[in-house]
């Protein structure tokens, strides 16, 4: 599966990392409760960098089912039932494309999205705390899993190319 579209997957998540890896950096500097606008700056950073991360990974993974062929998840749960699709394997088909435990942080931070995308004059810093475990394990995880998922459904040959590739190339084309 010598596909080019992996780029813009790996795209995705690499900006998924990066959302990620700022909103726990913002996380941690504080300052929600300050008076003003320096803690509205700090809530409103933290809530955006923790949705951008979200949507970014949402891309990546809606990514890979195209290029799975796998329609997309519909409807207005269509973000949950896409993170039961890519924890799910398809027996036959495919393995998982994210294990339990990236699975189960992807939730955590689509269940923060939904609640800052529609409450952000509630926002408490201290009940964020279990979504910046999920974003900072995310952009660890988030990349070593989808190229796990990869080498899965196409693994590499010997030397790196991708097995398709290398089929191509013994057969001339």
Not at 105 to 113: K, L, P, S, V
Not at 162 to 173: D, E, I, L, N, T
Request: proline share 6%; glycine share 10%; hydrophobic share 40%.
């Amino acid at each position: 599966m010598a596909d080019a579209r992996w780029l813009d997957v790996e795209n995705a998540a690499r900006e998924a990392v990066g959302h990620f890896k700022n909103a726990v950096a913002i996380y941690g500097e504080g300052g929600f409760n300050a008076p003003g606008l320096a803690g509205y700056k700090a809530a409103m950073a933290f809530m955006h960098a923790m949705q951008s991360g979200h949507t970014s990974m949402e891309s990546a993974l809606c990514r890979i089912l195209d290029i799975l062929g796998e329609e997309r998840p519909t409807g207005t749960a269509w973000q949950y039932d896409l993170i039961l699709r890519v924890r799910s394997e398809r027996p036959g088909s495919r393995p998982p494309i994210l294990g339990p435990g990236a699975a189960d942080h992807a939730d955590e931070t689509r269940r923060f999205r939904h609640l800052a995308m529609r409450t952000y004059g509630s926002f408490k810093a201290t009940e964020a705390k279990k979504s910046v475990v999920a974003a900072k394990a995310l952009s660890r995880d988030l990349p070593v899993e989808i190229e796990r998922f990869k080498n899965a459904i196409d693994p590499p040959a010997v030397g790196g190319a991708p097995a398709s590739v290398s089929k191509r190339k013994a057969r001339g084309r």
